[in-house]
């Protein structure tokens, strides 16, 4: 997920973190958006420590709410039912 929304939105789209938060409309999604992007970002710029965290089934399925809604609220949902067929 981390290497999708940084290639495909950030680099390519031009759309910062601030951006893609800012498009939902309830608080709840842009918390848990704004968690989604802390969460893929920790980490990626340095190297990784030996903790490992598993994230509970309930969260992966909130997380992964959001990440099909930042396509279809930047009209790229086409894109991603395409890439998970």
Sequence with gaps: MRRIIENYFKILGKYGDDDLIAMFDTHEDREVCRSLVAWINDGSHCMPDDLFIQAHGA?????????????QLTNHEGHYEMMTR
Excluded: H, S, T
């Excluded at 969260?59 to 809604?69: A, C, I, T």
């Design 59 to 71: 969260e992966v399925q909130v997380y992964r709410k959001v990440f099909k809604k930042i396509f």
